[in-house]
């Protein structure tokens, strides 16, 4: 269902950094920042919280090791014993390269889908742009539209001082 | 020591203080416009490589490859030094996307797009040698496990390094190439919302997955560049241990060294530099980039050629002092051999390219010199294609019993093959850097709204934590 938002413009880093932080002091619920690039400081000053992604890579990089150990060792030892040079079966050491390979491939392949999946990417999604310009030249900031009309007008208030080239309000699939 | 107006401390890496809605613009106007003149040209004389390598594959695929040059004492030649060739340039555009974010580099935000472009290029070119070496590359498959196994219950040798070979290079191409499209989507967004034409519009729309410059999404795409990262980085020193592994495993004299993993990953480091140093000259120069890859960017690659140029001829000396002091009668004779036997040419060649070019750089006037650039760059990648080509045909023409000696002399379809590859790699880069970003549009920006708000304003992708080697770094960075 969409809810109703207001869209903040900023041209430059500092206001927009600046009205992130009046507006959580001001207990407004901050949506979401639109910018062209990862802008330094924004995490602690939405208060996003580290992400688990990482844990993701570990799991999947200890599956591929371990698929690739069991794999080379059925087929070496279980399946299929074959005398090279009269090495053992279980040539541990000669596995190792294969399996630190698919490591980093399962571990990489399912990172990046895992990060695709959580921030909703797919092909010929339409994406929503709170403004024009936000993978340009512009920073907008996207605050939840107050309930209470006393706390709408503060916002605006605080909006306009931090210095926000326009402010407008809009729907988003939140 | 670089000579800095008064005042700034941090080095500038782009010229001049344009507006982010100008970096937009200088980097996709090459793809917006019509390309000049040299592009062109550069392009014409690509394809006509390219239609090489198609008529020569096809001849060689319909003979077989008795048409190479190879013989009883030579059974690798030219395929087996352009791979290993190929895989060594594609080693530099990982470096610089990787192992230099992990080090938070600044200065491979203007470049490390292209350099990841040419690794994927660079990748298919050497997988291409496996490939037609096989004689039968339909059968191409048998080479991975696979089940049910319809030619006998036979698994792939585990054992063999040129299995680990097939397992390191088609993780490192997939890896490759799914680092380089997760950096191309936010530029993808941009330039679907300035697309004008409908077609434009659907492609990127398509591709750039929904992007919309959300900091929540912003936040994880970092760390997950990151992660990438830092797996790509053991990767790429593994893909060239891996490989030298060919080698090394065997018992032929000049081959059987255990320095082989080090040295087979500095010298990719060397070529892929100079073949990285070689695309930006020529791209900046048909592009009108100057103001993006400054004189600045090919000084710093200029001085990781001169350490990695050293590396390397370190590891050269290292092999003739231990077949010296090996004492080893094969071994001595092989390393005699190398400096005065027919391929002697090869040998010195190398050492002039290798040896001695890199050393031009200790002055710095050289290294901002974009024609004497030019010139070493070139001189780089001839001097590494001849390093493999002694390391594989010098080490196999004369191994062990005078009986078992020969020749190699490679036929025109071994030149037409090698020079098609060529043909194969500028297609495909011209080709990018015509309508794709060649410039990460959105890392430019985070460095440039740095350079103006005096470090605090933003940061490229990695920046998340101060690591002691960026803390290093930037003390190097302040002494300058």
Same mark, same amino acid.
């Given at each position: 269902?969409?809810?109703?938002?207001?869209?903040?413009?900023?041209?430059?880093?500092?206001?927009?950094?600046?009205?992130?932080?009046?507006?959580?002091?001001?207990?407004?619920?901050?949506?979401?920042?639109?910018?062209?690039?990862?802008?330094?400081?924004?995490?602690?000053?939405?208060?996003?919280?580290?992400?688990?992604?990482?844990?993701?890579?570990?799991?999947?990089?200890?599956?591929?090791?371990?698929?690739?150990?069991?794999?080379?060792?059925?087929?070496?030892?279980?399946?299929?014993?074959?005398?090279?040079?009269?090495?053992?079966?279980?040539?541990?050491?000669?596995?190792?390269?294969?399996?630190?390979?698919?490591?980093?491939?399962?571990?990489?392949?399912?990172?990046?889908?895992?990060?695709?999946?959580?921030?909703?990417?797919?092909?010929?999604?339409?994406?929503?742009?709170?403004?024009?310009?936000?993978?340009?030249?512009?920073?907008?900031?996207?605050?939840?539209?107050?309930?209470?009309?006393?706390?709408?007008?503060?916002?605006?208030?605080?909006?306009?001082?931090?210095?926000?080239?326009?402010?407008?309000?809009?729907?988003?699939?939140? | 020591?670089?000579?800095?107006?008064?005042?700034?401390?941090?080095?500038?890496?782009?010229?001049?203080?344009?507006?982010?809605?100008?970096?937009?613009?200088?980097?996709?106007?090459?793809?917006?416009?019509?390309?000049?003149?040299?592009?062109?040209?550069? %392009? $014409? *004389?690509?394809?006509? #490589? @390219?239609?090489? !390598? =198609?008529? +020569?594959?096809?001849?060689?695929? &319909?003979?077989? /490859?008795?048409?190479?040059?190879?013989?009883?004492?030579?059974?690798?030649?030219?395929?087996?030094?352009?791979?290993?060739?190929?895989?060594?340039?594609?080693?530099?555009?990982?470096?610089?996307?990787?192992?230099?974010?992990?080090?938070?580099?600044?200065?491979?935000?203007?470049?490390?797009?292209?350099?990841?472009?040419?690794?994927? %290029? $660079? *990748?298919?070119?050497? #997988? @291409?040698?496996? !490939? =037609?070496? +096989?004689?039968?590359?339909?059968? &191409?498959?048998? /080479?991975?496990?696979?089940?049910?196994?319809?030619?006998?219950?036979?698994?792939?040798?585990?054992?063999?390094?040129?299995?680990?070979?097939?397992?390191?290079?088609?993780?490192?191409?997939?890896?490759?190439?799914?680092?380089?499209?997760?950096?191309?989507?936010?530029?993808?967004?941009?330039?679907?919302?300035?697309?004008?034409?409908?077609?434009?519009?659907?492609?990127? #729309? @398509?591709?750039? !997955?929904?992007?919309?410059?959300?900091?929540?999404?912003?936040?994880?795409?970092?760390?997950?560049?990151?992660?990438?990262?830092?797996?790509?980085?053991?990767?790429?020193?593994?893909?060239?241990?891996?490989?030298?592994?060919?080698?090394?495993?065997?018992?032929?004299?000049?081959?059987?060294?255990?320095?082989?993993?080090?040295?087979?990953?500095?010298?990719?480091?060397?070529?892929?530099?100079?073949?990285?140093?070689?695309?930006?000259?020529?791209?900046?120069?048909?592009?009108?980039?100057?103001?993006?890859?400054?004189?600045?960017?090919?000084?710093?690659?200029?001085?990781?050629?001169?350490?990695?140029?050293?590396?390397?001829?370190?590891?050269?000396?290292?092999?003739?002092?231990?077949?010296?002091?090996?004492?080893?009668?094969?071994?001595?004779?092989?390393?005699?051999?190398?400096?005065?036997?027919?391929?002697?040419?090869?040998?010195?060649?190398?050492?002039?390219?290798?040896?001695?070019?890199?050393?031009?750089?200790?002055?710095?006037?050289?290294?901002?010199?974009?024609?004497?650039?030019?010139?070493?760059?070139?001189?780089?990648?001839?001097?590494?294609?001849?390093?493999?080509?002694?390391?594989?045909?010098?080490?196999?023409?004369?191994?062990?019993?005078?009986?078992?000696?020969?020749?190699?002399?490679?036929?025109?379809?071994?030149?037409?093959?090698?020079?098609?590859?060529?043909?194969?790699?500028?297609?495909?880069?011209?080709?990018?850097?015509?309508?794709?970003?060649?410039?990460?549009?959105?890392?430019?920006?985070?460095?440039?709204?740095?350079?103006?708000?005096?470090?605090?304003?933003?940061?490229?992708?990695?920046?998340?934590?101060?690591?002691?080697?960026?803390?290093?770094?930037?003390?190097?960075?302040?002494?300058?």
């Amino acid at each position: 269902m969409p809810s109703n938002v207001l869209v903040a413009t900023f041209p430059h880093v500092e206001g927009l950094l600046h009205a992130v932080r009046q507006a959580r002091r001001e207990m407004l619920r901050v949506y979401d920042v639109f910018a062209p690039f990862p802008v330094h400081g924004l995490d602690e000053a939405m208060g996003i919280r580290h992400t688990r992604l990482p844990k993701i890579t570990l799991i999947a990089g200890l599956t591929g090791l371990v698929f690739a150990l069991s794999l080379q060792f059925y087929a070496n030892v279980l399946d299929w014993p074959l005398n090279v040079g009269g090495k053992p079966d279980n040539t541990t050491l000669a596995f190792i390269p294969i399996s630190f390979e698919l490591t980093v491939l399962f571990g990489g392949l399912t990172t990046v889908a895992a990060f695709l999946l959580r921030a909703k990417l797919y092909p010929s999604k339409r994406p929503w742009l709170p403004a024009t310009g936000v993978t340009d030249d512009v920073f907008a900031l996207v605050l939840r539209k107050p309930a209470a009309e006393e706390t709408h007008q503060r916002a605006l208030a605080l909006l306009t001082e931090c210095g926000a080239a326009s402010v407008t309000e809009s729907e988003a699939e939140l | 020591m670089d000579r800095l107006p008064d005042g700034v401390t941090e080095p500038r890496w782009i010229a001049g203080a344009p507006t982010l809605a100008q970096v937009t613009d200088d980097i996709a106007r090459p793809m917006e416009g019509r390309p000049g003149k040299l592009w062109y040209a550069l %392009f $014409a *004389v690509a394809v006509l #490589g @390219l239609l090489d !390598l =198609l008529g +020569m594959a096809t001849y060689l695929i &319909a003979n077989g /490859i008795g048409v190479w040059g190879l013989n009883n004492s030579v059974g690798w030649a030219f395929d087996i030094t352009n791979f290993v060739f190929w895989i060594g340039i594609g080693h530099a555009g990982t470096l610089i996307s990787a192992i230099l974010l992990l080090f938070r580099q600044k200065w491979r935000t203007s470049i490390n797009r292209s350099a990841e472009a040419m690794t994927i %290029f $660079a *990748v298919m070119c050497a #997988g @291409l040698f496996p !490939l =037609l070496h +096989m004689g039968r590359p339909w059968d &191409a498959f048998f /080479i991975f496990p696979y089940v049910p196994n319809q030619h006998g219950p036979l698994w792939v040798n585990f054992r063999s390094p040129l299995v680990w070979d097939v397992f390191a290079i088609s993780t490192y191409f997939t890896i490759s190439l799914v680092f380089w499209y997760l950096g191309l989507i936010p530029d993808l967004a941009t330039l679907r919302d300035r697309a004008a034409g409908r077609i434009k519009k659907l492609v990127f #729309g @398509l591709f750039s !997955l929904g992007w919309n410059g959300s900091h929540r999404t912003w936040a994880r795409y970092e760390v997950v560049s990151l992660v990438l990262a830092g797996l790509a980085t053991p990767l790429v020193l593994s893909v060239h241990s891996i490989v030298s592994m060919d080698f090394a495993t065997s018992l032929l004299p000049g081959w059987h060294a255990t320095i082989f993993p080090p040295y087979f990953v500095a010298g990719a480091i060397y070529s892929g530099f100079g073949m990285v140093l070689m695309l930006l000259i020529i791209t900046r120069q048909s592009m009108n980039l100057q103001r993006y890859i400054t004189i600045r960017h090919l000084d710093s690659m200029a001085k990781v050629l001169l350490l990695t140029g050293s590396l390397v001829s370190y590891a050269y000396a290292t092999e003739f002092f231990s077949a010296w002091y090996g004492g080893n009668l094969y071994e001595r004779y092989h390393f005699i051999n190398r400096a005065t036997g027919p391929y002697a040419f090869g040998f010195y060649l190398m050492v002039l390219c290798n040896v001695i070019a890199p050393q031009l750089f200790w002055w710095k006037r050289i290294r901002t010199s974009v024609g004497a650039l030019f010139v070493v760059s070139i001189l780089v990648n001839i001097g590494m294609w001849f390093e493999r080509f002694i390391i594989i045909v010098v080490s196999l023409h004369r191994a062990f019993l005078p009986s078992g000696w020969g020749m190699f002399y490679p036929t025109l379809i071994d030149f037409g093959i090698l020079i098609g590859s060529f043909g194969l790699f500028f297609t495909l880069f011209l080709l990018f850097i015509r309508y794709m970003p060649m410039i990460a549009i959105w890392e430019v920006k985070g460095v440039v709204t740095d350079q103006q708000h005096g470090g605090h304003g933003a940061h490229g992708a990695g920046d998340v934590h101060a690591t002691p080697a960026a803390l290093l770094t930037q003390a190097v960075n302040h002494a300058e």
